[in-house]
C-alpha cells in the first residue's frame, strides 16, 4: 500500500486525526511578539503566547503578555482629554483571547476564528480606560489568528471528509466521516 493511501486508510478506521497543543504553538509561535501602533492612539505589543483548551465551549485560549505605549492622539481620540496626560507612557500586563476553529477547503487549513478578548489587565488602568486597548486587541486579533493556520491537512481524500473539529484538554480532534 502507498503511504498516501496508509494514512488515509488509517484516518478512515480511527475517524479522527489529532492536533496537539504543542503543534498549535509550533505554527503560531513564531508570529510573536506581534506589534502595532493604531492611529495616534497609541501602540500595542502581545508576545508569549500560551495556549489552553477550552472543551466545554470547543474553543482555544490564548494568554498573551500585552504592553501598551499611549500615544499622542489618545485623548482627542477617546473623548476623554484627561487621557492626553499618558501620552508616551508605557504600561504592561496580560489578554486572554477565545477562539472558535474554522476549516478552508481551498487551502485545506484549520484556523482559529473569530478571536475575542475575555480578559485584558493592564497594569494602573481602571477597566474604564483599558476599554480601548480591548478595542485595539479586538481590531488585531483577526489579523493575527484568522490569516495563519495552525494546522494543513494533507492533499489526500481525507482532507475532503472533515467532518468536525472537537477541542479536547490536550489539543483538537478532527473528525472524519
Given at each position: 500500500m502507498l503511504?498516501?493511501?496508509?494514512?488515509?486508510?488509517?484516518?478512515?478506521?480511527?475517524?479522527?486525526?489529532?492536533?496537539?497543543?504543542?503543534?498549535?504553538?509550533?505554527?503560531?509561535?513564531?508570529?510573536f511578539p506581534f506589534s502595532r501602533s493604531y492611529q495616534s492612539a497609541g501602540q500595542m505589543s502581545l508576545s508569549n503566547p500560551v495556549f489552553s483548551m477550552v472543551p466545554e465551549q470547543?474553543?482555544?485560549?490564548?494568554?498573551?503578555?500585552?504592553?501598551?505605549?499611549?500615544?499622542?492622539?489618545?485623548?482627542q481620540l477617546?473623548?476623554?482629554s484627561v487621557l492626553g496626560n499618558l501620552a508616551g507612557l508605557t504600561t504592561g500586563g496580560t489578554c486572554q483571547l477565545a477562539c472558535g476553529l474554522r476549516y478552508d477547503?481551498?487551502?485545506?487549513?484549520?484556523?482559529?476564528?473569530?478571536?475575542?478578548?475575555?480578559e485584558l489587565d493592564i497594569h494602573n488602568f481602571s477597566s474604564a480606560l483599558s476599554e480601548p486597548f480591548r478595542q485595539?486587541?479586538?481590531?488585531?486579533g483577526p489579523q493575527i489568528l484568522d490569516k495563519h493556520p495552525i494546522h494543513t491537512l494533507e492533499p489526500s481524500l481525507a482532507s475532503r471528509f472533515l467532518g468536525?473539529?472537537?477541542?479536547?484538554p490536550t489539543g483538537i480532534a478532527l473528525k472524519f466521516g
Amino acid at each position: 500500500m502507498l503511504p498516501g493511501c496508509g494514512t488515509v486508510a488509517d484516518l478512515v478506521l480511527r475517524n479522527q486525526f489529532f492536533i496537539p497543543t504543542s503543534h498549535i504553538l509550533a505554527k503560531l509561535g513564531p508570529l510573536f511578539p506581534f506589534s502595532r501602533s493604531y492611529q495616534s492612539a497609541g501602540q500595542m505589543s502581545l508576545s508569549n503566547p500560551v495556549f489552553s483548551m477550552v472543551p466545554e465551549q470547543n474553543k482555544v485560549r490564548l494568554g498573551l503578555t500585552a504592553a501598551m505605549t499611549a500615544g499622542s492622539q489618545i485623548g482627542q481620540l477617546s473623548g476623554i482629554s484627561v487621557l492626553g496626560n499618558l501620552a508616551g507612557l508605557t504600561t504592561g500586563g496580560t489578554c486572554q483571547l477565545a477562539c472558535g476553529l474554522r476549516y478552508d477547503p481551498t487551502t485545506r487549513g484549520i484556523f482559529l476564528k473569530e478571536p475575542v478578548v475575555e480578559e485584558l489587565d493592564i497594569h494602573n488602568f481602571s477597566s474604564a480606560l483599558s476599554e480601548p486597548f480591548r478595542q485595539v486587541v479586538n481590531l488585531f486579533g483577526p489579523q493575527i489568528l484568522d490569516k495563519h493556520p495552525i494546522h494543513t491537512l494533507e492533499p489526500s481524500l481525507a482532507s475532503r471528509f472533515l467532518g468536525g473539529m472537537e477541542v479536547q484538554p490536550t489539543g483538537i480532534a478532527l473528525k472524519f466521516g
